[in-house]
Nanobody, 112 residues
Framework: QVQLVESGGGLVQAGGSLRLSCVAS????????MGWYRQAPGKQRELVAT???????NYEDSVKGRFTISRDNTKNTGYLQMNDLKPEDTAVYYC??????WGQGIQVTVSS
């Protein structure tokens, strides 16, 4: 069965950094686009960044220049490097692969 497992979240002060990881199993990772989404309390889930199988990336405007999405197909793993974090980045972050597979979510909290 398909399984996506996120790690790397936590509590960080504003201006700090975190690196999220998403390990995929049960899915042909290398041929699928993967993405990171987030959902803050009381808000809808929103796209943060995506990366295609060819490495083409796309970012939500508020994270451009601060976040970097990447992938290692040899490890079936995707990453989200988050720098210069802001309190408004606080949310549960979800990994998505192939549009239909979702991770369980991981909390990122940025204190001011």
């Amino acid at each position: 069965q398909v399984q996506l497992v996120e790690s790397g979240g936590g509590l960080v002060q504003a201006g700090g950094s975190l690196r999220l990881s998403c390990v995929a199993s049960g899915i042909f990772f290398r041929i699928n686009t993967m993405g990171w989404y987030r959902q803050a309390p009381g808000k809808q889930r929103e796209l943060v960044a995506t990366i295609t199988r060819l490495g083409i990336t796309n970012y939500e405007d508020s994270v451009k220049g601060r976040f970097t999405i990447s992938r290692d197909n040899t490890k079936n793993t995707g990453y989200l490097q988050m720098n210069d974090l802001k309190p408004e980045d606080t949310a549960v972050y979800y990994c998505n692969v192939g549009a239909t597979a979702w991770g369980q979510g991981i909390q990122v909290t940025v204190s001011s």
